[in-house]
């Protein structure tokens, strides 16, 4: 007796996966195993697709001097006089709980450049110049706000504006590349532009998210053969680009590119990271053409970018506008900018306030704007 009980241990000790626990322990171990290798597989393979693309953005930054030099030696006089004689009306749709947090944003920068600067919501507001239409809000109801937004703007804009530029509240937009890219097009014919989508239509429609532009001709076209014709367009729904896409492509009105001569796209739909580092997931079915990733994603002379936040709107705007290279944007020629004094630390103010970046920024824009 005493002899087959050590031998039934021997034979467990032999058998380390004979026992239930241990047998339910080998799965999960053997499967941890294969993750961890294929990880590191992947890892090694992402590992060598940075550096492929850093490598690319070094040899972009190299050629940059060269290719500031050719950027307006081209152009000519009347046409940047022409671009700077635009009046453009920019129309943001908003709701009412954005009108403190992303309206300011918008308000307190890029805004500022357009020639006429309104919100389309439900409410008034005291502080902003707004449209308000009759609408339910919601993402249902997108087309339905669109449309009549188009309709009050043909009824009390159309002779006071060349351009009528729809954008989201969470674009940032470089008005000056804008204005650049729209005096290219006739005044007599119906233009409509942005970042074109390939799906859905024969020739494409624009990203409401991008923010798209049309003419006053093109304004025109779409309210009084459009909308002021029954079942021509539809004037209700929720894909309001969508509608707005479908309305011009049976008016005839067409979609005008908006890349650059060196193929890179100048609207972001996505928002610059994900142009910068790749599109991702179904994203990619919409583009009417791939994006390159890195530099030569994005031409120098974007216009927008999509899903920005306040304050990465201040962070451009400070960027973009009010950052210099010395020697580059500015000599500084009769002033000072740094001097030679000792650096001394002050005392603090018994009263004084330390504010988190973001509040800073907002208070900095609430209150003043740039020239």
């Not at 309104?118 to 308000?132: G, I």
């Amino acid at each position: 007796m005493h002899e087959t009980s050590a031998f039934r241990m021997m034979i467990r000790w032999k058998n380390p996966f004979h026992s239930t626990t241990r047998a339910k322990l080998c799965g999960p171990v053997i499967f941890l195993i294969a993750m961890i290798l294929i990880y590191r597989c992947f890892h090694q393979e992402k590992d060598t697709t940075n550096l492929r693309f850093l490598e690319n953005v070094k040899k972009f930054l190299l050629n940059i001097k060269e290719r500031d030099k050719k950027y307006l030696v081209n152009e000519k006089s009347y046409l940047e006089e022409k671009a700077r004689k635009l009046r453009i009306l920019c129309y943001t749709m908003t709701i009412p709980s954005n009108m403190q947090t992303k309206a300011v944003a918008v308000n307190n920068t890029w805004g500022t450049r357009c020639t006429k600067l309104v919100f389309v919501t439900q409410k008034p507001s005291s502080s902003f110049d707004t449209m308000q239409v009759d609408v339910q809000e919601g993402r249902s109801y997108l087309t339905d706000k669109t449309v009549k937004t188009l309709i009050a703007l043909y009824k009390t804009y159309r002779n006071d504006y060349d351009w009528f530029f729809k954008c989201d509240d969470d674009v940032y937009i470089i008005m000056e590349n804008l204005r650049h890219l729209l005096a290219k097009h006739d005044s007599h014919i119906p233009v409509y532009l942005g970042h074109q989508f390939r799906l859905f239509t024969t020739q494409g429609y624009l990203s409401g998210g991008a923010g798209y532009a049309m003419n006053r001709r093109a304004l025109e076209k779409i309210n009084e053969d459009g909308f002021q014709v029954s079942g021509k367009c539809d004037i209700s729904g929720k894909d309001e680009d969508l509608d707005i896409g479908h309305c011009f492509e049976k008016l005839g009105v067409k979609v005008y590119s908006t890349i650059d001569s060196h193929k890179r796209q100048s609207f972001h739909p996505f928002g610059f990271q994900r142009a910068f580092y790749g599109h991702v997931g179904g994203e990619m079915f919409y583009v009417s053409r791939p994006y390159k990733t890195g530099p030569e994603c994005c031409s120098e002379f974007t216009v927008s970018f999509h899903y920005v936040t306040p304050e990465d709107m201040y962070l451009m705007e400070f960027l973009l506008y009010h950052a210099r290279i010395f020697g580059r944007h500015s000599t500084a020629k009769g002033k000072e900018i740094f001097t030679t004094q000792e650096a001394v630390i002050s005392d603090k103010a018994p009263n004084e306030v330390l504010l988190s970046p973001k509040y800073i920024w907002h208070y900095l824009f609430r209150y003043s704007r740039f020239e």
